[in-house]
């Protein structure tokens, strides 16, 4: 639960800063969204499990980036 909250709070900063660019935020949330992929076992290999807060943070990240025009890794 707690490598969950770490990833909220990582989404929020990056979301939430002003002195990013658009460009910027995408950047960051792609590299946050792999690193959720990453802590997922298997993940490399195959889709996404839906299993509660990890994938959960992804669709936080995925939200984000659609809100930012960008279309978010699958």
């Not at 660019?21 to 949330?29: C, G, N, P, Q, T």
């Not at 509660?52 to 669709?59: E, I, N």
Request: no cysteine; glycine share 4%.
């Amino acid at each position: 639960m707690e490598i969950e909250q770490d990833f909220t709070v990582r989404l929020q900063a990056v979301v939430n800063d002003q002195k990013l660019s658009k460009d910027e935020k995408i950047e960051a949330l792609q590299s946050l969204y792999d690193h959720v992929r990453d802590e997922q076992p298997g993940a490399s290999h195959t889709p996404l499990i839906d299993d509660g807060a990890l994938h959960d943070s992804v669709q936080q990240i995925r939200k984000a980036l659609r809100d930012l025009g960008a279309d978010p890794r699958q």
